[in-house]
């Protein structure tokens, strides 16, 4: 097997002529290896000389992991950042500290979820327009939640219809939405659930607007040495099974080959990251 | 006394909605009365059972037929809800007779399909339906991860929203929100600081905001009672007897680090007494492989440890493990009549 590093850093070191986009949001259904992919991104992305910070929206990462492949990890907290944020418009740190310790606030907060994601995406596209190198990967929640994360700015958009916040949001979006700043991809794995729920997804960021997205196919067991180089009757029944499945959901996914991602056979998450890692510049 | 409830959680991709229909077909086809919900927004249960797509929040009876294979000519008792917020609001207006207080656009946003608002609103449906007493037994399918924990802090979150902090606001705005509240002027004065919150709120999302937002408290407030029926559902899953739970895991996935997470974060709402399901395992199908190549060697060894490595940590952290097989169909039906096969074999007492 060839050594991934070597293999990424010698052969991906042009992205000059690839659009890089400031944002790469990876969602899809649970289990599909959002976080591998995420990661494998970000590898590459840092490989290729890019300046580039990794965050997850909804889980604790693992920092052990993120330190062994060395990718800078983004530390946001909601409470923290919407302090400052609404500090700055009110021109005061004390008061917005003040507000959101009061019992009012804080349950408030807590008791819309949106609210505090929509803060985060704030600040996450803050420091993208303060930093033109910047790439960032978002681990992104999976799709129910993803488009809870979407839709939230849309939704506090019509709450508030006027005022500073509002203004913030038009800004937001102007920014989201412009040209070659946001792709979003869609990972799925080569199941009918998998891929229906990635269907949806994307049927669903549409009618938000977001046009950027791809799709990509995750752990395919058919594409794994061992098996794409085996003829069936020296394979055994329930793996024939499985390649029999993935090979009717990829007819249907209809995806280019470079889209399509092998099963890696390890055990160990930094392994299959940095075998992956070469493979994501179909995705960028 | 017979148990009310039995949740199903875990991390994403694992198969918790296909066990959970498993599970309620199973205990069906013993004669009990079920109700399948489901809170993941993604909705899976809607594809595993074949549901119509529609957020109306009504339930729908899964007809006997679409298992036939499993059940046989039995009748069986299995309704399935897919949870809408806005419809749960809806009910709750219609038990207080507050539909038109709640009748707000801030409420209405919220309580869209992806407001963010199905965590709290499930606490409230489920208790709503295990007063109801129309089933012997509630399967609940949950959210994936951390959504889980947002599910059971539900409760708690729903408490400290009706906190008596609350109160003050409406004496600030001199609205009256019940018979035995007294709203005074001088109150509003002395109120320790909510004027100067709200008017801090004004400058950032402009005055008309601050009034609807005034008016969609207050439409919550008078619904309070419905919403904290919701606490004695958060009581009840401390009671061993009163629940099972079910924490799912996949070989397919080496996440046994987050099982045990969701573990301990739920330790602090639910009682210890759960299982957990190992799903997917592929266990004869690997020993009966005899690899042809040094490649298909080095796949059969990965697969073989992975399995091994989470059947390991799960005996270790868990009392009672159960495994499931891997369901090699491609019909969402077939895998749930294989898994409640397997379900019946161990039949965990409720």
Known sequence: MKDPISNSSSQHSTPSNKLIRKLYVVTGKGGVGKTSLALSMALHLKNSGRKVFYNSFDHTPDHQLLKSLDIPYLDLDIVDSAKTYMGKKLKSQTIASWIMKTPFFHSLFNMIPGLGMMILLGQIIELLEDDPELTIVLDSPASGHALTMFESSHNFRDMFKTGLIVDDIDRMHRFIYGEGILKTVIACLPTQMALTEGTELLESLKELKIEDIQLVSNDNYHLTPGVSDSSEKDLPNFLIKKVELEKEVSAKLNLQDNLLLAHIPTIHKKEVIEALSPSMEGLL | ?350
């Open chain 2, 1 to 350: 006394m017979s148990k009310r409830i039995e949740i199903f959680c875990g991390t994403g991709g694992v198969g918790k909605t296909t066990l959970a229909t498993a599970r309620a077909l199973q205990l069906a086809t013993c004669g009990k009365k079920i109700l399948l919900i489901t809170i993941d927004p993604a909705k899976r249960l809607k594809e595993v059972l074949s549901l119509p797509d529609d957020d109306s929040g009504q339930v729908h009876r899964v007809p006997a037929q679409q298992f036939k294979e499993f059940c046989g000519e039995r009748e069986i008792h299995l309704d399935a809800l897919l949870m809408s917020p806005k419809s749960t609001m809806e009910r709750m207006g219609k038990e207080q007779g507050t539909l038109e207080d709640l009748d707000n656009p801030i409420i209405k946003i919220l309580t869209r399909p992806n407001g963010g608002m199905n965590e709290i609103m499930a606490t409230i449906e489920v208790q709503h339906y295990l007063k109801s007493g129309d089933y012997d037994l509630i399967i609940l399918d949950t959210p994936p991860g951390k959504h889980f924990i947002d599910f059971l802090v539900s409760s708690k979150k729903i408490n400290s929203f009706f906190d008596k902090t609350f109160i003050e606001i409406f004496k600030y705005v001199g609205k009256s929100i019940g018979k035995s509240e007294k709203t005074g002027l001088f109150q509003m004065v002395v109120s320790s600081g909510v004027k100067k919150l709200l008017s801090y709120l004004g400058k950032v999302t402009g005055a008309d905001f601050v009034d609807t937002f005034i008016d969609a408290i207050i439409g919550l407030y008078k619904t309070k009672d419905s919403f904290l029926e919701a606490l004695r559902f958060q009581e009840n899953l401390k009671i061993k007897e009163f629940s099972n739970w079910f924490l799912v895991t996949s070989v397919e996935q080496q996440k046994m680090e987050e099982a045990q997470e969701m573990r301990e974060g739920a330790l602090q709402f639910m009682h210890s007494d759960s299982y957990l399901g190992v799903n997917k395992c592929l266990g004869p199908h690997l020993s009966d492989w005899n690899p042809s190549s040094r490649e298909q060697q080095t796949l059969k060894d990965s697969m073989r440890d992975r399995e091994n490595r989470l059947k390991e940590a799960a005996g270790k952290s868990f009392d009672k493990v159960l495994e499931f097989p891997v369901v090699l169909g491609a019909s969402p039906n077939q895998h749930v009549i294989e898994l409640a096969r397997a379900f019946q074999d161990y039949d965990p007492p409720v």
